[in-house]
């Protein structure tokens, strides 16, 4: 998913809605984050984890599956929570638009089956002139104003590990990136060896001068023909749950991915 265009940035007067940021392929980012004023059914997010409301969707989640691995549920459940949150954010941080993303001005809402439906923010953000070729540079303020305590919540209110937590980000924030990357005009592959995000997943530190929890999250592995695949440092755990697809080639362990291509073959 990679060579799409960027998004239109916001004219010279201040950043776009949140209702017309989101176009093409990523439109239906529109319903992931939302001005918190027309997403009234939410509750802060902040407390959504600590007050036990997290616990209750796992809960609710476990009800509907029978008895499952409860670690697996967590990590299924974050899925759905980075996958809203930082696909909009990247997206929207290439069209030069910084997302308002701290965590306790934060909203989040549920669907009925217990996993995240949507974000409320707190207005559309603003004009950024950071630069939009800099993944490591996007995602410190991603990381210091949210993800660091969304990871410590989600670990201590559903025992979900922080590696695993860390890994099931970067799987979104490497699709978001590469999927908005600028292909070369001599079609080259360039230092990064068509990789868009690799920096972020080789560099030891974040802009901030903080440790890079993104470190080796992912790598790309040689495939068939030489072409590289990705693959995770740790299993997402997701084939423990009954009726849930496994993630393919994509899984960090060599005999998930054995089975997925048995299934598919």
């Not at 599956?65 to 990590?75: E, K």
């Not at 459940?77 to 954010?89: D, E, N, Q, V």
């Not at 997402?236 to 997925?260: F, I, M, N």
Request: glycine share 10%; with cysteine.
């Amino acid at each position: 998913m990679t060579g799409s265009a960027h998004p239109a940035a916001g004219d010279a007067f201040g950043p776009q809605p949140l209702s017309a940021l989101f176009t093409g392929e990523h439109a239906w980012c529109a319903e992931k984050v939302l001005a918190a004023e027309d997403l009234p059914e939410a509750m802060p997010l902040g407390a959504f984890f600590r007050s036990g409301a997290f616990a209750r969707a796992i809960d609710r989640m476990e009800e509907a599956r029978g008895a499952c691995d409860r670690r697996a549920l967590a990590s299924f459940w974050s899925l759905y929570y980075f996958a809203a949150l930082t696909i909009p954010y990247v997206v929207a941080g290439r069209a030069h638009q910084a997302l308002p993303v701290s965590l306790e001005a934060m909203t989040i809402a549920l669907g009925e089956d217990g996993l995240p439906r949507a974000f409320g923010l707190d207005g559309a953000g603003t004009l950024s002139e950071a630069d939009i070729e800099d993944l490591p540079g996007l995602v410190t303020p991603l990381v210091t104003a949210h993800l660091r305590e969304a990871v410590a919540l989600m670990s201590a209110h559903g025992g979900l590990a922080p590696k695993l937590a860390w890994n099931n980000a970067a799987v979104y924030i490497d699709y978001a990136f590469n999927a908005t990357a600028r292909t070369r005009p001599d079609g080259a592959a360039g230092a990064d060896h068509g990789w868009a995000a690799r920096p972020l997943f080789v560099e030891g530190t974040l802009k901030d001068g903080s440790a890079n929890p993104f470190r080796g999250c992912l790598r790309h592995d040689p495939g068939p023909e030489g072409a590289p695949l990705c693959r995770r440092r740790v299993c997402c755990l997701r084939y423990l749950l009954p009726g849930v697809a496994s993630c393919g080639e994509l899984c960090a362990l060599p005999d998930q991915r054995k089975r997925a291509l048995e299934t598919t073959a």
